[in-house]
């Protein structure tokens, strides 16, 4: 049966969800005209600096402090949109992970493979860590020996939960 790698990687909701927090964090610094990138108080890297570095994003500085002039007021919306396009980035790349596994749903439900744990030799599959990373819940369908888990409808109900996972994101 051939086997296909499904990656796994950070989970995007929460990914998401952080950059959405700094996005806020980000307006909220702007309307009080507070340094980014630099500690206002003593020039120390910060925060946003960090989350910026971590993710190989781009970052510009905005900071008047201590005699120091770094960057233009504009920082904070070019920021704001090298986040955005990084939201952008992470639902496109979530949106090509899911749509893999749906497609390779649909073949294993034209073969009527074991989804789950692997058929042969009852170990679990790839689509496990898949799920599971997503906080997706999954319906097994296995007919083996002498296990039989879940249903037939299992390949469509697992392409449903993909499908509304992918709508909340």
């Known amino acids: 049966m051939a086997h296909n790698t499904i990656a796994v990687n950070v989970p995007a909701k929460q990914e998401i969800e952080a950059v959405n927090g700094v996005i806020k964090q980000l307006k909220e610094y702007q309307s009080k005209n507070w340094a980014i990138g630099l500690n206002g108080d003593n020039l ?39 986040l955005n396009h990084y939201i952008a980035l992470i639902r496109s790349a979530e949106g090509l992970a899911v ?30 860590p898949f799920f599971d990373t997503r906080a997706v819940p999954f319906a097994y369908y296995v007919r083996s020996g002498s296990v039989e888990l879940g249903a037939p409808a299992a390949y469509e109900a697992n392409i449903k939960a993909l499908q509304q996972y992918l709508s909340s994101l």
């Open 44 to 82: 120390a890297p910060d925060n946003f600096l960090a989350f910026f570095t971590e993710r190989q994003l781009p970052f510009s500085y905005y900071v008047r402090a201590q005699g120091v002039s770094v960057g233009e007021p504009a920082a904070y919306q070019i920021n704001i949109d090298t």
């Open 99 to 128: 749509h893999g596994v749906i497609e390779q749903l649909n073949r294993y439900k034209a073969n009527n493979w074991a989804i789950g744990l692997n058929g042969t030799t009852l170990q679990p599959d790839d689509f496990l």
